[in-house]
């Protein structure tokens, strides 16, 4: 048995910052998938996908099975912050730090 569902519009996935309030009719939408996915071989093989977008361009997808993907999207979220951060600073401060030694030696 196969259950269709009728979607009108459905978002491109990944494309929330998090940063700003969403818009989600600036949007893109997913028009299509391309018949071909991609096997990786690592230990949980996960499949790369290519969906194409309402704009006309491809978008790369991994999915993988068996894990948290909410941790992934945490870590994602994370380098973009960083990486806003260190865009706005012209330039970036940089410290050196020193470890200083103690050297000790025992006398008999």
Same mark, same amino acid.
């Given at each position: 048995? *196969?259950?269709?569902? *009728?979607?009108?519009?459905?978002?491109?996935?990944?494309? !929330?910052?998090?940063?700003? /309030?969403? %818009?989600?009719?600036?949007?893109?939408?997913?028009?299509?998938?391309?018949?071909?996915?991609?096997?990786?071989?690592?230990?949980?093989?996960?499949? /790369?996908?290519?969906?194409?977008?309402?704009?006309?361009?491809?978008?790369? !997808?991994?999915?993988?099975?068996?894990?948290?993907?909410?941790?992934?999207?945490?870590?994602?979220?994370?380098?973009?912050?960083?990486?806003?951060?260190?865009?706005?600073?012209?330039?970036?401060?940089?410290?050196? !730090?020193?470890?200083?030694? %103690?050297?000790?030696?025992?006398?008999?």
């Amino acid at each position: 048995m *196969c259950v269709c569902v *009728c979607v009108q519009r459905m978002e491109l996935p990944g494309q !929330y910052s998090g940063m700003q /309030r969403p %818009n989600p009719h600036e949007h893109e939408a997913i028009h299509s998938f391309k018949q071909t996915i991609l096997i990786l071989g690592s230990i949980r093989k996960p499949k /790369r996908l290519t969906i194409l977008s309402s704009d006309g361009k491809e978008h790369m !997808y991994l999915v993988k099975g068996g894990e948290d993907l909410r941790l992934d999207q945490r870590i994602e979220q994370l380098f973009t912050v960083m990486n806003d951060i260190l865009q706005r600073k012209s330039q970036p401060t940089v410290r050196t !730090y020193q470890v200083k030694k %103690n050297i000790q030696v025992a006398k008999n």
